[in-house]
Every structure is written in structure tokens, then in C-alpha cells.
């Protein structure tokens, strides 16, 4: 009998060269073959994928000079805005000089 499961993880990663940050969104399909050894899947849009740790290239400068962060750093750093608006409520709690 074989299982398998579906996971969807969305991955932050930073450009080493032009400082870019961005997400990929990925889905991870685990399962095992029949020798019971785990086969991992990483897929985008449908598309069997490179992991997130091997193969990225910045969608800015082309670069593989890529990070990325542990899953929720962005979270914890509103600061980081991916190059969209921050929300409205970290902007005003954590844009403002402390004094
Ligand atoms: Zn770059």
C-alpha cells in the first residue's frame, strides 16, 4: 500500500546580489516507491520543480546567488514588504521612529 501526501509550502527567498525578496510557492507530494524509501516531489504550478534549496535563480538579476529563510521568518518581519505594500496596521506599528 502506498501513501502519499500533498503539502503546500510557500518559501521566502532573498537575491545574495541585488537584495531582491520574494515567495515561491510550492506543493511537496511525499510518498514512498516500493522499497519503502521516501520519494519526495517538489512541483509549481503542476511542474515538477528543482527543491527550493538547489536550482533557484533570482527573477531579477538571474542569478543563483539565492537564500532563502526558515518557513515564517517573513512573518515575524514586517520590514520586509516583497515589493508590494506592507499591511496597513505593520505599517503604522513598526514604520513610526520610537522617540
Ligand atoms: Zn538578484
Same mark, same amino acid.
Not at 538571474?62 to 506592507?86: D, N, S
Given at each position: 500500500m502506498? =501513501? #502519499?501526501?500533498?503539502?503546500?509550502?510557500?518559501?521566502?527567498? *532573498?537575491?545574495l546580489?541585488?537584495?531582491? &525578496? !520574494? =515567495? #515561491?510557492?510550492?506543493?511537496v507530494?511525499?510518498?514512498?516507491? *516500493?522499497h519503502g524509501?521516501?520519494?519526495? &516531489? !517538489?512541483?509549481?504550478?503542476?511542474?515538477?520543480v528543482?527543491p527550493?534549496?538547489s536550482g533557484?535563480?533570482?527573477?531579477?538579476?538571474?542569478?543563483?546567488?539565492?537564500?532563502?529563510?526558515?518557513?515564517?521568518?517573513?512573518?515575524?518581519?514586517p520590514?520586509?514588504?516583497?515589493?508590494?505594500?506592507?499591511p496597513?496596521?505593520?505599517?503604522?506599528?513598526d514604520?513610526?521612529?520610537?522617540?
Amino acid at each position: 500500500m502506498r =501513501e #502519499e501526501t500533498s503539502t503546500k509550502e510557500t518559501w521566502p527567498f *532573498e537575491c545574495l546580489r541585488c537584495l531582491r &525578496v !520574494w =515567495e #515561491e510557492e510550492y506543493v511537496v507530494r511525499r510518498g514512498r516507491d *516500493e522499497h519503502g524509501d521516501e520519494i519526495v &516531489v !517538489w512541483t509549481r504550478d503542476g511542474m515538477a520543480v528543482q527543491p527550493p534549496w538547489s536550482g533557484m535563480t533570482c527573477p531579477a538579476c538571474g542569478r543563483g546567488t539565492v537564500t532563502t529563510f526558515p518557513t515564517g521568518y517573513l512573518a515575524h518581519h514586517p520590514e520586509i514588504t516583497l515589493g508590494r505594500p506592507a499591511p496597513a496596521e505593520a505599517t503604522l506599528q513598526d514604520c513610526r521612529p520610537s522617540a
